[in-house]
């Protein structure tokens, strides 16, 4: 025999193998349907996205919740720094003396500390004299863990 006729006869018992190989993993199970774990996969993902979607929509709102509470609470401060500090935002903004913006030295002798300031205020509110002790309010800790009454 030719070599090529070995060739034709391996080709040959290939292809009857393969055939024969598809057809008993059909029989016995190699072909099952599997459909329902797709679809039961499919339907986690579905679930388990709009979780997410939902986690963060909510985290939107809070965020949005959360900017407009911060509004509020600066709109506060400042309108309260005004009424109550006799301040007003030009008072603020602009330099107490313009002719120190060139000269640091000057201008770091001439800034007040944060102390100073409470004693100014507190000046302010007890009628031009600072107050002895600072006043003590309790923390929001201390509060809730206080027994109710």
């Known amino acids: 025999m030719t070599p090529v006729i070995w060739i034709i006869i391996a080709a040959v018992s290939a292809v009857i193998a393969l055939l024969a190989g598809y057809f008993i993993g059909n029989k016995t199970g190699g072909g099952v349907d599997r459909s329902d774990e797709i679809a039961k996969q499919k339907q986690e993902n579905d679930d388990f996205r709009g ?13 949005s919740r ?7 609470m600066h709109q506060h401060m400042s309108q309260g720094a ?4 006799d301040m007003d935002r030009e008072k603020l903004a602009a330099p107490s003396n313009p002719q120190s913006l060139g ?10 500390s944060p102390s100073q300031l409470g004693s100014a205020m507190d000046a ?8 002895e002790t600072p006043s003590q309010q ?3 800790a201390a509060v ?5 009454k």
């Open 51 to 63: 979780d997410v979607r939902e986690h963060f929509q909510q985290t939107a709102a809070i965020m």
């Open 66 to 72: 959360m900017a407009e509470d911060y509004r509020d």
């Open 82 to 85: 005004e009424r109550l500090a």
């Open 103 to 112: 000269n640091t030295d000057e201008s770091k002798k001439e800034q007040t």
């Open 124 to 131: 302010k509110v007890n009628g031009g004299k600072p107050s």
């Open 138 to 140: 309790p923390s929001d």
């Open 144 to 148: 809730k863990s206080q027994p109710k």
